[in-house]
């Protein structure tokens, strides 16, 4: 019985020691530094892929104004889009707001993915209003926005 306590409590400093060590590191400028430039090559790989797959339209509102649109055949789930952002930082490179985000059909929506593939209309526009203005860089965080 008492070896099996001293391992417990082994593994359990063990379990401490790793802990200790990754908060110590994450609290590091240069292995922060390594998480940014590493999620910022992940996020870049991924605008390439959606800008040759997404089909978004821009039109020009105002000097510093755009409405983006693009086309949907599914249910509604949310009103993000990877194309769109990939597009609003394109048409904004300083960065950009949200005036508006919403979706649009003449009819009813569908409410899941099986309406559709009974043949049921489910193409809907998604379209979102941006106004370009510089917002500051929000460095990539393994533990998402801070």
């Not at 489910?122 to 460095?139: D, G, M, N, T």
């Amino acid at each position: 019985m008492m070896q099996f306590k001293k391992k417990i409590k082994e593994g359990a400093l063990k379990s401490l020691l790793v802990v200790s060590t990754a908060i110590a590191l994450s609290s590091c400028s240069s292995f922060s530094d390594i998480v940014d430039s590493t999620g910022s090559a992940f996020a870049s790989a991924g605008d390439s892929m959606q800008s040759l797959t997404g089909d978004v339209q821009v039109v020009q509102v105002s000097d510093d104004t755009f409405n983006l649109t693009e086309r949907y055949h599914e249910p509604v789930t949310n009103f993000d889009s990877w194309s769109m952002r990939v597009k609003a930082k394109q048409v904004c490179d300083e960065g950009y707001i949200y005036q508006s985000r919403h979706a649009f059909r003449a009819g009813e929506f569908a409410t899941n993915h099986a309406e559709c593939a009974e043949g049921a209309s489910c193409s809907y526009a998604l379209e979102w209003r941006i106004q370009c203005k510089k917002v500051p860089y929000e460095p990539f965080s393994l533990f998402g926005k801070t």
